[in-house]
């Protein structure tokens, strides 16, 4: 069959499906903030960020080594099906010796034990987790049309069986079993990629050693993306902190998605492929127009948040959250730090195999948001937490920057960035001008949020950006000549 993928489809299915894991929290976590409550979702906030512990042992590297490993030999059925095998029963064995230590650690546990072991179905997702196989083979059809329709259920579900406070455990069934299900549907189309091989002849030694070398870095990404939410409920011992963070962290996690995930998810794989081709000029190009979008939607989000945000949260979390509104406009800037390096790591640092090189930034990152965590939650709590990731992910993008080759340049950067920079403090002023006079309602948010997003386009129109005039028109005006 013709596997041979095409970069424009994947990137719109990849986009639709990055709009629902927008959509589908914007619909469930009002409900779901005003069913639990702070203190049941800072439960629910804990207990995962244990469990992910053992899911990142699980997997090892695995998500971006088996990436990119297969991105270089898609044409050729007979070794991407020996690598298929040998990653993926190594990631079984790792599994396997993690859910022998969860259970040792649910034991010797008795807080929250329930919650664990319904958490184990987690780690067993890691285990059935083969998305990385169809996005080095860029197909991204098969992981996305499975999962979506396993969330929608979840969904679904979630409204009919979680009604109440009470309810936090079926909640906890609900979310970490549509994930299991999601991974293990996507098994029904490995048989069209692969073809039999002979199983004592595959060796998991090198692959080890190789996705240690991710794996290094996903340890030390945790530090500021789990250990945070773990520190906060230690340290502080509020239930409500974690649950205020929960909701923060997932705001900013949707506005991640709409800025940089798609995009990055489909291209990384595309890069390893030119890299193995040697088109290091076309490599170039796609981080440029990468990350004229990645500035565009990332300034835009970034001071649209904090324009809107103390009438967001109140309509959006309901009564009782209203640390999350300083905390969110505290995070806000995140999404075009996180943008900058993401984008760099995803097409540079990996797919030209410099990821030992990155590895030590990240590790430098993870060491500096773990001190300040440690001087600043005691006395600022979540908010001390917020501002020790932003710290910790500039020094990060800042040192992707500094050795990523001339593939980013600080020319690039600063004439791709002030217009926009520009034209989102022209949007915050416009936000912040007319909030008094509108009513605090669902109505007045979305025409202050549309009316925002008209200022900013409107600006970048003005100042005559490259995105508008490069990246839409003129690909727009590119495509008609050709027809």
Known sequence: MNTEPSLKKNIAISTVYQLLLIILPLITAPYIARVLGPDQSGIYDFTTSIQTYFSMFAALGTATYGAR?????????????????????????????????????????????????????????TMFDISWF??????????????????????ALMFIFV???????????????????GNISMWLYVPRFIEKVDFKKLTFRRHFHETLIYFIPSIATSVYTVLDRTLIHVITQNKAENGYYHYTMQIINMMKALTFSSLNMVLGSRIAYLFAEEKYDEIKGRIRDSINYILFMGLGICFGLIGVAPRFIPIFLGPGYDRAITMLTLMSPIVVIIGISNCLGSQYYTPSGNRRLSARFIIIGALVNLVLNLILIPRFWGYGAIVASLIAETVITVLYFRFCQGYLT???????????????????????????FIAPDLIALALEVLLGFSVYCLAIAV???????????GKIIKRGKKK
Do not use: P
């Open 163 to 181: 009604r109440e406070q009470d309810d936090l455990l079926i909640y906890v069934i609900i979310m970490t079993a549509s994930t299991m299900l």
């Open 463 to 473: 100042l005559r950006d490259t995105f508008l005039s490069e990246i839409v028109f």
């Open 410 to 436: 600080m020319h690039t950067l600063f004439a791709e960035g002030w217009k926009k920079l520009a034209a989102g403090i022209i949007m915050l002023a416009v936000i912040r001008a007319v909030d008094s």
């Open 134 to 155: 169809f996005a080095g083979m860029e197909q991204f059809k098969y992981t996305i049309s499975k999962n979506a329709i396993c969330k929608l259920a979840g969904v």
């Open 69 to 125: 490993e297969i991105a270089r030999v898609r044409n050729d059925i007979t070794r991407r099906s020996v690598l298929f095998w040998e990653i993926e029963l190594m990631t079984v064995m790792t599994s396997t010796a993690c859910i022998v230590v969860w259970f040792v650690f649910i034991a010797l546990t008795t807080r929250y034990r329930i919650y664990y072991l319904v958490l184990t179905m987690g780690i067993l997702s």
